[in-house]
């Protein structure tokens, strides 16, 4: 990938001198969705499909971005007096916010740069491809401007500033996190509430991760997803008034259950039963997994999905067929949906011997039932984001 990157700079830029490369992951959340804006447990982990970019300070104030993944774009120019999202920077917003966080953070740049990535991650499919686009942009900055006093979870929690204020989408820390502080082999059991986290070794034994994206995206989407981030602050509001919490995460089921008389509305109830009763659960699977019980894990990422699907209701049809298989075929330890819902990909844990039955039994039958090819990923757990040799 390197090369292909080198090359398209120096047809763009002139040369490749003084150029750095860099990688950043994809991620899959294996448990605890919906539950990193309401203070609970994520457990997501880093995958080996990312985002690559090659970029080199400029001697001006310009910028430029360009994505061989989208070259009807052509060179994306910018500049460093006016950081302002635009329509018409289309997917470079994303990597012009980093810059425009990192002047609010006081990291003000002096000269602008220019940068050439390319990625394989489906995008807009809820493995995060803007959260490494934007994890990259910050381990670039660093790595360009010599900034070393911010750690890699800084370089997260920028990117979710810049996701949130330049973007308008209000999305949790997992997604940069996980990017950001991946480890190979790892997931990675995070509390959201207070950023203490914890690596937990994925020991599947003879089994794989298996990603499968629907191929859908319905465009309740965004809508839904601030929809649901108003529930719970109203039912945490509510709930304040019986119990002593700070966030929902605070609560077990059995405190959730003798409180949740004061919610009034039963949609309330769903969900905050949902971002409760799933942060316990991923709590349960992160000490399956270190007990080595992979099937109680599974059994946990089925409950989730049932969650999400009834109580919190971000599920759709072609992703709870793509489940329903899953849960039929043979040699399938656990599957739900990840990530934002509505659409994008399922994760399941399938056995070794039983995955190329899964993929061509499940992908028959999807294409049967919805009418298009679902996409089958066989993934591996990789490193978090930084410069490659
Ligand atoms: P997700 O993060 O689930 O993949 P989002 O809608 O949050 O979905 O982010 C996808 C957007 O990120 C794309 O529409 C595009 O603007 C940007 N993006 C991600 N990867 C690339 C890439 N390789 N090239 C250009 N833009 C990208
Ligand atoms: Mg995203």
Same mark, same amino acid.
């Given at each position: 990938?390197?090369?292909?990157?080198?090359?398209?700079?120096?047809?763009?830029?002139?040369?490749?001198?003084?150029?750095?490369?860099?990688f950043?992951?994809g991620r899959?959340n +294996?448990?605890?969705?919906?539950?990193?804006?309401?203070?609970?447990h994520? %457990?997501?982990?880093?995958l080996?499909?990312?985002?690559y970019?090659?970029?080199?300070?400029?001697?001006?104030?310009?910028?430029?971005?360009?994505?061989?993944?989208l070259?009807?774009?052509g060179?994306?120019?910018?500049?460093?007096?006016?950081?302002?999202?635009?329509?018409?920077?289309?997917?470079?917003?994303?990597?012009?916010?980093?810059?425009?966080? %990192?002047?609010?953070?006081?990291?003000?740049l002096?000269?602008g740069?220019?940068?050439?990535?390319w990625?394989?991650?489906?995008n807009?499919?809820?493995?995060?491809?803007? #959260?490494?686009?934007?994890?990259?942009?910050?381990?670039? +900055?660093?790595?360009l401007?010599?900034?070393?006093d911010?750690s890699?979870?800084?370089i997260?929690?920028?990117?979710?500033?810049?996701?949130?204020n330049?973007?308008?989408?209000n999305?949790?820390i997992?997604?940069?996190f996980?990017?950001?502080?991946?480890?190979?082999?790892?997931a990675?059991?995070?509390?959201?509430s207070?950023?203490?986290?914890e690596y937990?070794? $994925?020991? +599947?034994?003879n089994?794989?991760?298996?990603i499968?994206?629907?191929? $859908?995206? *319905?465009?309740?989407?965004?809508?839904?997803?601030?929809?649901?981030r108003?529930?719970?602050?109203?039912?945490?509001? #509510?709930?304040?008034?019986?119990?002593d919490?700070?966030?929902?995460?605070? +609560?077990? $089921?059995?405190? %959730?259950?003798?409180h949740?008389?004061v919610?009034?509305?039963?949609?309330?109830?769903?969900?905050?039963? *949902?971002?409760?009763?799933?942060?316990q659960?991923t709590?349960?699977?992160?000490?399956?997994?270190?007990?080595?019980?992979?099937?109680?894990?599974?059994?946990?990422m089925?409950?989730?999905?049932?969650?999400?699907?009834?109580?919190?209701?971000?599920?759709?049809?072609?992703?709870?067929?793509? $489940?329903?298989?899953?849960?039929?075929?043979?040699?399938?330890?656990g599957?739900?949906?990840?990530?934002?819902?509505?659409?994008?990909?399922?994760?399941?844990?399938?056995?070794?011997?039983?995955?190329?039955?899964?993929?061509?039994?499940?992908g028959?039958?999807?294409?049967?039932?919805?009418?298009?090819? #679902?996409? %089958?990923?066989?993934?591996?757990?990789?490193?978090?984001?930084?410069?490659?040799?």
């Amino acid at each position: 990938m390197k090369e292909k990157l080198l090359k398209k700079f120096a047809e763009l830029f002139g040369n490749t001198e003084g150029t750095k490369v860099y990688f950043s992951p994809g991620r899959v959340n +294996l448990i605890g969705e919906h539950t990193d804006y309401n203070g609970g447990h994520v %457990f997501p982990c880093a995958l080996t499909i990312g985002t690559y970019g090659i970029a080199r300070k400029r001697a001006d104030r310009k910028i430029h971005f360009y994505s061989m993944n989208l070259d009807r774009f052509g060179v994306v120019e910018a500049s460093l007096d006016e950081l302002a999202n635009q329509e018409a920077y289309g997917w470079a917003n994303y990597p012009l916010g980093v810059v425009w966080a %990192f002047h609010e953070k006081g990291y003000t740049l002096d000269t602008g740069f220019d940068m050439v990535i390319w990625g394989n991650i489906p995008n807009g499919s809820g493995l995060s491809s803007s #959260a490494s686009l934007e994890v990259l942009t910050g381990v670039i +900055l660093c790595g360009l401007y010599h900034i070393t006093d911010l750690s890699m979870v800084d370089i997260a929690l920028i990117g979710q500033y810049s996701e949130n204020n330049f973007n308008g989408c209000n999305c949790g820390i997992m997604d940069q996190f996980a990017v950001a502080m991946g480890k190979k082999d790892n997931a990675i059991f995070l509390d959201t509430s207070t950023l203490h986290y914890e690596y937990a070794p $994925v020991k +599947l034994k003879n089994a794989r991760i298996v990603i499968v994206n629907s191929k $859908v995206k *319905h465009s309740l989407v965004d809508s839904a997803y601030n929809d649901r981030r108003q529930e719970c602050t109203d039912a945490l509001a #509510a709930l304040k008034t019986a119990a002593d919490i700070e966030t929902l995460g605070d +609560l077990t $089921v059995e405190e %959730f259950e003798k409180h949740q008389h004061v919610l009034k509305d039963p949609v309330l109830v769903k969900r905050a039963k *949902h971002a409760v009763a799933e942060n316990q659960r991923t709590i349960e699977a992160v000490a399956a997994l270190k007990a080595d019980d992979i099937t109680r894990f599974g059994e946990l990422m089925n409950q989730s999905h049932i969650s999400l699907r009834d109580d919190y209701e971000v599920s759709c049809e072609e992703i709870d067929i793509l $489940v329903d298989l899953a849960w039929k075929t043979p040699g399938v330890i656990g599957s739900r949906i990840t990530g934002g819902g509505f659409g994008g990909c399922t994760v399941s844990i399938v056995e070794n011997d039983a995955v190329d039955h899964f993929i061509s039994s499940i992908g028959a039958s999807y294409k049967e039932k919805v009418g298009h090819e #679902a996409e %089958f990923y066989t993934v591996d757990i990789g490193e978090g984001a930084g410069e490659i040799d």
